[in-house]
């Protein structure tokens, strides 16, 4: 056994340098692994190049306008203000950069040989980089996702997300197609610098998935800050025009627009990986189909991240990672854990959420205690800025447990990774009357919830 696994190059071959990879590809060198990594763009990934990172960046800048509204309610007057799209795109680009030099620095401490160019499996145990073939006992699979457009015409009109952290200068007009995290979070920033936004999304509401009362609120929020939000709308057709892009609706409206972003989602890069020769089973969205071990269908390949289609998340990818270090180098093995995985959307106001939404939580649990407060945030009691704040428990009746709690506001992201601790550590709602809040800020509401909402049942039996 020894004899064989010396005679491969390398003890694991990473493919993509991203979160999930680099993660990967650190702990399994540092627990006594031989390990080299091929990335073919920019080590980081989606997240720290063009996700994540640069997006909270724009959030950040897009955020300062409302921020001089508010200051007057404070005693404060601020002058004019004026933007510079191409100084903010070259600072985030300078951020980006710098981070960038970090991940490779990491590797390069790790003692990881890490390799610049497109990989390929030949088979189970060898990849080719350039002109380079070199052998692994194992691979781990971390290409991430790209983003896709719907079919039909005119897309090549459209820019992803990819494109949107590049453009030369800030259109003056946007419209943005979809209702996921993508659509939300950049309907929000070109709105935030001064884009007149419209948002066309298919479904009856923005942010399937999530919590109702969570989609509803934000969906208001998102219409008093001027973006005009259609649901239940889709996209005919899309026409170059001298100015810009017409936009045909399927409401038969035409609209005007500088800039198209199509934020429809990703799909996992799983393309000319050589995966069928190395005998790798995808699913039928092409994403490598792994176990709780993120073991692939050979035994000696694992995936980790958006390449599964599990949850695409940065975090997740890199537990992942940690989990596969553990059961392959660390004698620990162990699967990953997808319960209870928080999440935000930074979207203006942003959302959060652990844990499971209303009726997810009916359908498993069946009685519930919910809990909602909806409210204006101190901040806004001077600004005089119309926004409100709007947080959710949900409890299962039963043994009381707090199974899901969601937020639109101020801060949600900072708040909701607090709670979601209590969550996984399977606080009751006892727990969280049990806990002294702290004043004044809208986390404590999430301690002081004391009456639930009346429960379907109660409005029936009326
Ligand atoms: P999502 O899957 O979240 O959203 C895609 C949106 O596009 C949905 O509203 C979907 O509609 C719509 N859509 C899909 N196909 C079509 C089509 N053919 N025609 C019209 N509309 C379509 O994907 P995103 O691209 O926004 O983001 C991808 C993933 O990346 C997210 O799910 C998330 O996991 C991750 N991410 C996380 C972020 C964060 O943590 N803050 C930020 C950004 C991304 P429908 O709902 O009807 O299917």
Known sequence: MDATMASYDYDLFVIGGGSGGVRGARMAAAAGARVAVAEEYRYGGTCVIRGCVPKKLLVYASHFHEDFADAAGFGWSVGAAGFDWAALIAAKDREIGRLEGIYERLLADAGVTALRGHARLLDDHTVEVGDRKVSAETILIATGGHPVFPPGHGWEHAISSNEAFHLARLPERVLVYGGGYIAVEFAGIFNGLGARVTQVYRGPQILRGFDDDVRDTLAGELVKKGIALQVETTIDRIEKTAQGVAVHLSDGET??????????????????????????ELDAVGAVKVDAFSRSSRPNIYAVGDVTDRIALTPVAIQEAMAFVDTVYRGRPRPMDHENVPSAVFSQPPVATVGLTEAAARARHGALDVYRSSFRPMKHTLSGRDEKTMIKLIVERAGQKVVGAHMVGLDAPEIIQGVAIAIKAGATKADFDATVGIHPTAAEEFVTLREPVPPPEAAAAE
Do not use: K, Q
Request: proline content about 4%.
């Open 255 to 280: 609209v005007e627009t500088d800039l198209l972003l199509a934020a429809t989602g990703r799909r996992p890069n799983t393309g000319n990986l050589g995966l069928d020769a190395a005998g790798v």
